[in-house]
Nanobody, 128 residues
């Protein structure tokens, strides 16, 4: 069982930056495929970016060139560096981990190929 706790959300003006963190406990972090999702009220949760145990990454088109996902295996922490933020990035951001180890990212999407099994409680990002 994997437990995930996000931090780093907040309010920022358009063009600004934030870095989200996700501390993981349980499981073998280095081989986990992990992702960041976001959701706004009334809309489906969407995968934004994912990274697998080999370091392969994938992003949705709307964040390419602005967001960077990466893992620090020494700290069991997943990050999402968000630059040049836009009002449409406003959402609750969730950290997620694949259910099974050694999963890979699904290219062209923001999630892992066989889906996500563990979720954090979310952190709010507001861009004005």
């Amino acid at each position: 069982h994997v437990q995930l706790v996000e931090s780093g959300g907040g309010s920022v003006q358009a063009g600004g930056s934030l870095r989200l963190s996700c501390a993981a406990a349980g499981g073998t972090f280095s081989v986990l495929c992990m992702a960041w999702f976001r959701q706004v009220p009334g809309k489906q949760r969407e995968g934004v970016a994912a990274v697998d145990g080999d370091g392969a990454t994938t992003y949705i088109d709307s964040v390419k060139g602005r967001f960077t996902i990466y893992k620090d295996n020494t700290k069991n922490t997943l990050y999402l560096q968000m630059n040049n933020l836009k009002p449409e990035d406003t959402a609750t951001y969730y950290c997620a981990a694949a259910s099974l180890s050694f999963q890979v990212v699904e290219p062209g999407t923001g999630y892992c190929r066989r889906g996500m099994g563990y979720w954090g409680i979310g952190t709010q990002v507001t861009v004005s």
